[in-house]
């Protein structure tokens, strides 16, 4: 039964997704891996095996991976699995072409030692009654999207590149496309785990720093020397001599 309920959970959970055509659905692709070993490091392993070799595939909709919630644990939670990968392919040969694509058969290889079983679920979504949009900083009831930290990057301290996506009052919302450094103080558990993911940046305690982040633009790609101190923010540490020239007074 929770086989059942899971995979029609999944159904439910992204018929939202704009569909182009009814007659050629959008096909959600849903997978649970439980890991021979239960440490992070190997579930971490595998959450980034999943993002290197399984992201951004010709006719992907939607990509994500991540570990069980660990404090999810109602009746109703089928907790038999360590990591979770979505992919939503924009139509059945999307998902066909994906199965056969050299990255995916590779990730197969190489990490199919990791995990004891695999459980797949895929669904056809019904159409949308709206667009799906990447960033949603205003919703309906007044609200903010909440963008969180990944788990495995807690307490994080180094220098990351991406691209600024949205922008909120003294915030920036940042793609994670690659970590450069990690200093002697970072202390995640899988600094990888941010790749892919967007995080939210804010300055520091310097005035340069907070002047630095409003004067961010949406579509640039930035280094950013931060650190995860609390919440589910990163923080500038320290600005770069160019940023520094940049918000010069």
């Given amino acids: 039964m929770k086989t059942i309920v899971a995979g029609t959970v999944v159904g439910i959970l992204f018929a939202t997704v704009n569909q182009a055509q009814a ?14 070993e239960g440490s992070g490091d ?7 095996a ?19 919630a660990e404090e999810m644990n ?16 924009k139509n059945k040969a999307a998902h066909d072409k994906y199965q056969t694509d050299p990255r995916h058969l590779k990730f197969i290889e190489e990490y199919s030692e990791l995990w004891d079983s695999v459980r797949v679920f895929d669904s056809y979504l019904g159409a949308a009654t709206a667009p799906a949009r990447a960033e949603r900083p205003d919703r309906p009831d007044g609200g903010v999207e909440r963008i969180p930290l990944p788990d495995l990057a807690a307490s994080f301290a180094g220098m990351i590149r991406g691209k600024v996506v949205a922008k909120r009052e003294g915030q920036a919302v940042v793609t994670v ?5 990690q200093w002697k103080t970072n202390r995640a558990e899988d600094s990888e785990s941010l790749i892919g993911n967007r995080v939210l940046v804010a300055g520091g305690p310097s005035e ?18 931060v650190a995860h101190k ?12 160019d940023q520094r020239q940049r918000v010069a007074e």
């Fill in 23 to 36: 007659a050629d659905p959008q096909l959600a692709h849903a997978v649970y891996f439980k890991v021979k």
């Fill in 42 to 48: 190997a579930k971490g392993q595998l959450v980034a």
């Fill in 50 to 68: 999943c993002k290197k070799f399984l992201s951004e595939h010709e006719g992907t909709v939607y990509f994500a991976a991540g570990v069980l």
């Fill in 74 to 89: 109602r009746d109703v939670n089928d907790r038999d699995f360590d990591v979770f990968l979505l992919v939503v392919f």
């Fill in 177 to 181: 496309e690659k970590v450069l450094r």
């Fill in 208 to 225: 340069a720093s907070k002047r630095f982040v409003a004067a961010l633009k949406v579509g640039e790609t930035i280094e950013l020397d």
């Fill in 230 to 241: 609390t919440g589910e923010v990163l923080t500038i540490l320290e600005l770069t001599p």
